[in-house]
């Protein structure tokens, strides 16, 4: 059973940066996919950042270019750096995990995979 914590949220102004954590543990033999979520209140579920088996990255439209996905492997510890931050960022970010088949991932945009495993969250609040 892969079970995610997140941690690294907190209160920012405009323009700041936060880096969130995301500690993976129980893993299995196979190939997973990782991802950021969040969610504003009142808004639905929004993919931020993707790291498939294959390493490859994929961000969501409006965090492109001020986020960072990566993933300390030796540590099993996903990262969520990101920048420029405003307060439309403001949410509850989640980390998500799903297997895969292989290191060579399926074509769909991974941030439609359907997600199974999920952290409880950590809230972002960004001020202007």
């Known amino acids: 059973q892969v079970q995610l914590m997140e941690s690294g949220g907190g209160s920012v102004q405009a323009g700041g940066s936060l880096r969130l954590s995301c500690q993976v543990s129980?893993?299995?033999?196979?190939?997973?996919?990782m991802a950021w979520f969040r969610q504003a209140p009142g808004k639905e579920r929004e993919g931020v950042a993707a790291?498939?088996?294959?390493?490859?990255?994929t961000y969501g439209d409006s965090v492109k270019g001020r986020v960072v996905i990566s993933k300390d492997n030796a540590e099993n510890i996903l990262y969520l750096q990101m920048n420029s931050l405003k307060p439309d960022d403001t949410a509850v970010y989640y980390c998500?995990?799903?297997?895969?088949?292989?290191?060579?991932?399926?074509?769909?945009?991974?941030?439609?995979?359907?997600?199974?495993?999920w952290g409880q969250g950590t809230q972002v609040t960004v001020s202007s």
């Open positions: 998500a995990a799903v297997e895969v088949a292989g290191r060579r991932p399926p074509p769909q945009n991974p941030l439609t995979y359907h997600y199974n495993y």
């Open positions: 129980g893993y299995t033999y196979g190939y997973y996919c």
């Open positions: 790291m498939n088996s294959d390493g490859s990255t």
